[in-house]
């Protein structure tokens, strides 16, 4: 098992990290949080549910920090600031957690719900100022990457506790990579990204096996339109996910982040990329109104409405819909499916098969500044241990964090087999520079709707580049 070079910048990244931000249209972590369910919405990248608001936000420049309390007299108190509302079923969780921790350990977990943008923007001033806080989350990416020079070194209380023998060692592995090679950061509520199915039209359609390769693909495709559903559907806020991972595919991760960093859209990957999806197109593959939805009309009113069959998101989507398909909403998924290589200009370049596959997640870090480290760990592992572990995957629908954790959400369940064959991680993006990237989404949006030719797509990309 391996990580790429590339999957350093895998996780919630704005610009860096395309495919997740396209999959992120209501949060701004990786959160996962239901919009429906609990009035807050979650997501990979960085993107709007972030900028709300709550009373806990609007007190985050206090000072005054509970930890002053008196509450040392009886044990002792860890500071939490965390990325959560109060009302979040993960922070219903956390809470739980934290109260059995206090009645075990007589150590009160006072924790500060701070929202999003609250740890976002509030943590390391409030840090720098020396306001007592021994702990706090959001991305993984985001507490490894921007904030791990306040993040205490974790490696001793690691190895101390045995904590990796049952940690995902993937996850693991990218926080020290990511961390310039020491452990800081530990994750929790995974996620992953699938082909997210409705199993009823599947079987109506007489699909009996999920789809391993490109030519199954478009016969599940096939079947599915003429037992009179839609295919696949998706949202404007998601429609580079199909183009990043079919690239990936083609060519793997890192002769995509050449051709999309040096925007060689003239490479032969490209234009089959795009003649797969005129070809989808042609066939009425995509959904009718795929070149004019707006999220989230793709995701909950075609497919959560049973119109559409498939739907490429992370594991936040089955949580995000609940509400609209049911309890009865029987959920299928399947990794993006193989398909065949292509003579690339890139050097390097290989077609990627199912072993190739994305996790993400949060993560947790102990504060440089904590005089607790010991207690604030052991805190840790109860969180994300055990039953604290199962619990908050139960409550957010997210997959557990310890590998001894064998049950899975229903919702998710059926991603298990595509979890469970990733050998490599990766994290693919074939979006363009900056200023690339709203080119790139239009004409591959146009793509999909059938309203561009494949040969006319590379040329309006390569003469915008010129």
């Given at each position: 098992?391996k990580?790429?070079?590339?999957?350093?910048?895998?996780?919630?990244g704005?610009?860096?990290?395309?495919?997740?931000?396209?999959?992120?249209?209501?949060?701004?972590?990786?959160?996962g949080?239901?919009?429906?369910?609990?009035?807050?919405?979650?997501g990979?990248?960085?993107?709007?549910?972030?900028?709300?608001s709550?009373?806990?936000e609007?007190?985050?420049?206090?000072?005054?920090?509970t930890?002053?309390?008196?509450?040392?007299?009886?044990?002792?108190?860890?500071?939490?600031?965390?990325?959560?509302?109060?009302?979040?079923?993960?922070?219903?969780?956390?809470?739980?957690?934290?109260?059995?921790?206090e009645?075990?350990?007589?150590?009160?977990?006072?924790?500060?719900?701070?929202?999003?943008?609250?740890?976002?923007?509030?943590?390391?001033?409030?840090?720098?100022?020396?306001?007592?806080?021994?702990?706090?989350?959001?991305?993984?990416?985001?507490?490894?990457?921007?904030?791990?020079?306040?993040?205490?070194?974790?490696?001793?209380?690691?190895?101390?506790?045995?904590?990796?023998?049952?940690a995902?060692?993937?996850?693991?592995?990218?926080?020290?990579?990511?961390?310039?090679?020491?452990?800081?950061?530990?994750?929790?509520?995974?996620?992953?990204?699938?082909?997210?199915?409705?199993?009823?039209?599947?079987g109506?359609?007489?699909?009996t096996?999920?789809?391993?390769?490109?030519?199954?693909?478009?016969?599940?495709?096939?079947?599915?339109?003429?037992?009179g559903?839609?295919?696949?559907?998706?949202?404007?806020?998601?429609?580079?996910?199909m183009?990043?991972w079919?690239?990936g595919?083609?060519v793997?991760?890192?002769?995509?982040?050449?051709?999309?960093?040096?925007?060689?859209?003239?490479?032969?990957?490209?234009?089959?990329?795009?003649?797969?999806?005129?070809e989808?197109?042609?066939?009425?593959?995509?959904?009718?109104?795929?070149?004019?939805?707006?999220?989230?009309?793709?995701?909950?009113?075609?497919?959560g409405?049973?119109?559409?069959?498939?739907?490429l998101?992370?594991?936040?989507?089955p949580?995000?819909?609940?509400?609209?398909?049911?309890?009865?909403?029987?959920?299928?998924?399947?990794?993006?499916?193989?398909?065949?290589?292509?003579?690339?200009?890139?050097?390097?370049?290989?077609?990627?098969?199912?072993?190739?596959?994305?996790?993400?997640?949060?993560?947790?870090?102990i504060?440089t500044?904590?005089?607790?480290?010991?207690e604030?760990?052991?805190?840790?592992?109860?969180?994300?241990?055990?039953?604290?572990?199962?619990?908050?995957?139960?409550n957010?629908?997210?997959?557990?964090?310890?590998?001894t954790?064998?049950?899975?959400?229903?919702?998710?369940?059926?991603?298990?087999?595509?979890?469970?064959?990733?050998?490599v991680?990766?994290?693919?993006?074939?979006?363009?520079?900056?200023?690339?990237?709203?080119?790139?989404?239009?004409?591959?949006?146009?793509?999909?709707a059938?309203?561009?030719?494949?040969?006319?797509?590379?040329?309006?990309l390569?003469?915008?580049?010129?």
């Amino acid at each position: 098992m391996k990580l790429s070079k590339n999957v350093m910048r895998w996780l919630c990244g704005a610009v860096a990290v395309p495919f997740l931000l396209a999959g992120c249209a209501n949060g701004d972590d990786g959160s996962g949080s239901s919009s429906q369910n609990t009035g807050s919405a979650g997501g990979f990248g960085e993107a709007q549910a972030g900028s709300q608001s709550s009373e806990s936000e609007k007190s985050e420049n206090s000072e005054s920090s509970t930890a002053d309390s008196g509450e040392e007299e009886k044990g002792g108190e860890i500071v939490y600031w965390s990325m959560w509302e109060s009302t979040e079923p993960q922070a219903i969780a956390i809470q739980q957690i934290a109260d059995e921790y206090e009645l075990e350990t007589g150590i009160k977990v006072n924790i500060e719900w701070k929202g999003r943008s609250g740890i976002t923007d509030g943590i390391i001033p409030a840090l720098d100022s020396g306001i007592h806080i021994d702990m706090f989350d959001q991305s993984l990416w985001r507490v490894a990457a921007i904030f791990g020079d306040h993040c205490l070194d974790i490696e001793d209380l690691v190895e101390k506790s045995g904590y990796a023998d049952t940690a995902n060692e993937f996850l693991l592995q990218y926080s020290r990579e990511t961390s310039e090679g020491v452990l800081k950061v530990i994750p929790y509520q995974i996620n992953t990204y699938c082909f997210w199915y409705n199993e009823d039209i599947f079987g109506e359609a007489g699909v009996t096996e999920k789809p391993k390769t490109w030519e199954e693909f478009l016969d599940v495709c096939r079947k599915v339109k003429d037992a009179g559903y839609i295919p696949v559907t998706t949202d404007d806020a998601y429609a580079l996910n199909m183009w990043n991972w079919h690239i990936g595919r083609l060519v793997g991760e890192e002769a995509e982040k050449k051709i999309s960093d040096e925007n060689l859209w003239d490479d032969p990957a490209v234009l089959k990329a795009a003649t797969d999806f005129a070809e989808m197109a042609s066939k009425g593959y995509f959904s009718p109104h795929i070149g004019s939805n707006v999220w989230p009309n793709g995701q909950n009113v075609e497919f959560g409405g049973g119109q559409a069959a498939m739907y490429l998101c992370a594991s936040y989507l089955p949580n995000e819909v609940s509400a609209i398909v049911g309890d009865e909403f029987r959920w299928g998924a399947f990794a993006y499916p193989e398909v065949e290589s292509v003579e690339s200009n890139v050097e390097g370049a290989f077609a990627n098969d199912l072993s190739y596959g994305n996790l993400s997640a949060q993560g947790i870090a102990i504060s440089t500044n904590t005089e607790m480290a010991e207690e604030t760990f052991a805190f840790i592992e109860k969180m994300t241990k055990g039953e604290g572990d199962l619990l908050i995957a139960r409550n957010c629908n997210g997959i557990p964090a310890d590998s001894t954790n064998k049950e899975w959400p229903d919702l998710l369940s059926s991603a298990r087999e595509a979890v469970e064959n990733i050998k490599v991680l990766v994290n693919y993006g074939a979006t363009g520079t900056a200023d690339m990237q709203p080119i790139v989404k239009e004409n591959v949006i146009k793509l999909y709707a059938g309203t561009i030719t494949p040969e006319d797509f590379v040329d309006t990309l390569m003469s915008a580049v010129d």
